[in-house]
């Protein structure tokens, strides 16, 4: 923040597992940001100003510029139209919609606003990612392999809305995986193929294996136990890379790099939030969420076992 600026306002809107774990502790540890309010049905933080109804929430509060949806992805694109038509930069939490057509709108909505949208992907941010991406212009790619496998019991405990239409399933995690390789990978890859696991009684996948050109490769599964799996793994003329832990350690010819000190993913998300509205720019990368809808479009469906929490 720039000597003698004041923080800008913002307010958070769904209160629930992601807010809690990751937008608060960030937003309050930063000296760029006050988290002047929040919004949701239900939650609320100790301290900040509490409201429950977004219409008068954005009627009440007009000071407050920024809003940062939490949201699951069902909800958000009413809640997002809301926040730019009455002229508020809007950050999103990933992904940033439920279809393709509803972001397109809000970016529309953000342009005709003069207002910023930033479409956040948090494991962009993690520790690695940046300097695979730069290891990777020197070197050609000859295959990559993804593994994400995680509890679904654990990371999204009693969330039905991750099996509704429009939570994307197991998708939804592995959208991050996504958003990685579409940052690093120097040329961009295109899917081909994809077999998606729905349990009997849900909407929504709980494994998919995807393939897509350049002998690149994703499996991510939501039903394993014990340790979590969140590694890419890439072979290239020079050598082998490997980003492991959701990209936050990155791993050259076999050997662990140090990487330079990191803030963390959210703080680092909510600085590059700063940047944009003090820029007056937007950035909305849809490159993760196409590989999604291709697989929804092209996957072959397996049906497997029922699923409860
Ligand atoms: P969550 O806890 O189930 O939901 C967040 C909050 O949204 C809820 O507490 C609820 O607050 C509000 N909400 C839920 N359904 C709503 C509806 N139909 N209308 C209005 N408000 C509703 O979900 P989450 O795990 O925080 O995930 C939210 C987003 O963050 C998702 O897009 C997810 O992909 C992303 N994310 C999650 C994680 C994770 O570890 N869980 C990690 C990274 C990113 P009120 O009922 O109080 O209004």
């Not at 000296?31 to 409201?51: F, K, M, N, P, Q």
């Not at 279809?99 to 342009?111: D, F, K, N, P």
């Not at 939570?167 to 998606?196: C, F, K, Q, R, Y």
């Not at 950035?283 to 409860?308: K, Q, S, W, Y």
């Amino acid at each position: 923040m720039a000597y003698g600026t004041s923080p800008r306002r913002i307010a958070l809107v769904g209160i629930g597992k992601i807010a809690r774990d990751q937008h608060v502790p960030a937003l309050q540890a930063s000296s760029e940001w006050d988290l002047a309010a929040t919004v949701s049905r239900s939650g609320s933080i100790e301290g900040v100003e509490a409201h429950d109804d977004f219409d008068g929430f954005l009627e009440a509060r007009p000071d407050i510029e920024v809003i940062s949806l939490c949201l699951p992805p069902q909800p958000r694109f009413d809640y997002a139209k809301k926040a730019l038509l009455a002229r508020r930069h809007v950050m999103l939490e990933k992904p940033p919609g439920q279809t393709l057509a509803e972001v397109h709108e809000l970016q529309r909505i953000a342009e005709k606003q003069g207002v910023t949208l930033f479409a956040s992907w948090h494991s962009r941010m993690a520790a690695g990612v940046a300097a695979a991406k730069s290891r990777l212009v020197e070197r050609v790619v000859q295959s990559l392999r993804i593994t994400w496998k995680e509890d679904v019991r654990k990371w999204h405990p009693g969330q039905d809305w991750v099996f509704a239409p429009g939570g994307m399933g197991v998708m939804d995690p592995g959208i991050n995986a996504l958003s990685i390789l579409t940052e690093i990978l120097p040329e961009p890859v295109h899917l081909t193929a994809a077999e998606l696991e729905f349990p009997e009684n849900r909407d929504t996948p709980i494994a998919a294996r995807l393939e897509f050109s350049g002998n690149v490769s994703a499996e991510f599964d939501w039903r394993q136990e014990g340790p979590q799996t969140w590694d890419i793994e890439i072979e290239t003329n020079k050598g082998p890379l490997a980003l492991r832990e959701g990209g936050a350690r990155l791993y050259v010819d076999g050997s662990e790099q140090k990487l330079l000190d990191h803030p963390g993913e959210y703080p680092s998300l909510y600085a590059r939030m700063a940047d944009l509205v003090g820029r007056g720019a937007s950035d909305v990368d849809l490159a993760p969420m196409i590989h999604v809808a291709d697989a929804m479009t092209l996957g072959r469906r397996v049906t497997a076992a029922p699923f409860e929490f």
